[in-house]
């Protein structure tokens, strides 16, 4: 079946000597995987495999068959061109975190209309932003995608609640006897950014790049214990070294 829908392209992994294989996130299908063919070819025009770069919102025609693994791209274009995002080293390597965030967290063929919808969306802001106001960006999107999937911090930080238990994802009045969990300036810090519904309030939300650090640490710790699906990030090790 042929079928148009819009994309988030996740991964590319070379396949011979001129095709890769794409996994992309679809509006229409969630996570798939499409052989594209001849785009690494020296004939291949206006060198359509950089449409395939992680990050690279698209617009395609693919053909879709149910219970199919490896699906075909018939056509596929930029639905957004970037202006900084991926000239810019801050901004492309909070880019890349993102996208490897969708990939190692999302089962594939599960479709999500309002995750895909946000990530879409969260790119294209990603882009538009002051370089000044992104050092958040990445704690947002790792708070907006465990609500969408179900799995949000409930309460808020209190003198009577200020623990932050990993387990439960609540704020708690006592601390864990094994889980770990967050307190003090921590869990006030990550109190805020749970309160944040736009990017545009993030800049109100101080944080120095250890403190950013240890949230992202423990954030990305509370979704491996909340889903199956979630696999290593290697895209944090470069982010580290970029938000300081």
Not at 36 to 50: I, W, Y
Not at 180 to 206: F, G, M, N, P
Request: charged content about 20%; proline content about 3%; overall charge negative.
């Amino acid at each position: 079946m042929l079928n148009s829908t819009k994309g988030i392209a996740l991964r590319a992994v070379k396949y011979g000597d001129t095709s890769l294989i794409a996994t992309i996130f679809t509006e229409q299908y969630g996570v798939q995987s499409y052989m594209v063919q001849g785009v690494r070819s020296s004939k291949a025009k206006n060198n359509k495999a950089a449409l395939l770069q992680p990050a690279t919102l698209l617009d395609m025609v693919v053909y879709h068959k149910p219970q199919t693994k490896l699906h075909r791209i018939k056509e596929f274009q930029y639905a957004y061109i970037y202006t900084q995002l991926q000239e810019e080293i801050v901004k492309n390597s909070v880019a890349l975190f993102s996208a490897e965030v969708l990939l190692r967290m999302l089962p594939e063929e599960a479709i999500m209309h309002e995750l895909f919808q946000f990530s879409f969306q969260y790119f294209q802001q990603l882009d538009a932003m002051p370089i000044t106001h992104i050092a958040n960006f990445p704690l947002y999107f790792l708070i907006q995608c465990s609500r969408i999937l179900g799995y949000e911090i409930s309460g808020t930080y209190t003198t009577e609640t200020p623990y932050l238990n990993m387990q439960d994802g609540a704020f708690t009045a006592t601390p864990p006897r094994m889980d770990t969990y967050l307190h003090d300036e921590d869990a006030i810090a990550l109190s805020k950014l749970l309160l944040v519904e736009e990017v545009a309030e993030l800049q109100t939300v101080s944080l120095n790049g250890e403190t950013r650090n240890r949230l992202l640490d423990w954030y990305i710790a509370f979704m491996h214990s909340h889903t199956q699906h979630m696999g290593n990030i290697r895209s944090l090790a470069v982010l580290r070294t970029i938000l300081h």
